[in-house]
Nanobody, 122 residues
């Protein structure tokens, strides 16, 4: 059973940076697209970024484009989300997720981490 664990969240001032990690265990990771999502209080969960099995970005939400970057370290089964120029509006619980099927961007995200809180103060 694949398990994903996010880490790296915390409290940061506006304009600061954080790097989130998504570590996978119990299954392969390097042949799957991985996505990052976030959910702010009172709002629906939204997709913000993704990275394919080959290391190419899938897409970035307009709200984070130019500020957030996905990367992956397949040797260690980790996907990163580098967040810069953080804003109070980025405050949310951040989740990573893995696609159900390898080598495709069409399958649903089936495996989810428990989330890590990011709080940006003004």
């Amino acid at each position: 059973q694949v398990q994903l664990v996010e880490s790296g969240g915390g409290l940061v001032q506006a304009g600061g940076s954080l790097r989130l990690s998504c570590a996978a265990s119990g299954g392969t990771f390097n042949t799957y697209t991985v996505g990052w999502f976030r959910q702010a209080p009172g709002k629906e969960r939204e997709f913000i970024a993704g990275i394919t099995w080959s290391g190419s970005p899938t897409d970035y939400a307009d709200s984070v484009k130019g500020r957030f970057t996905c990367s992956r370290d397949d040797a260690n089964n980790i996907v990163y989300l580098q967040m810069t120029t953080l804003k109070p509006g980025d405050t949310a619980v951040y989740y990573c997720a893995r696609k159900r099927l390898p080598f495709t961007n069409s399958a649903p995200f089936d495996y989810w981490g428990q989330g890590t809180q990011v709080t940006v103060s003004s």
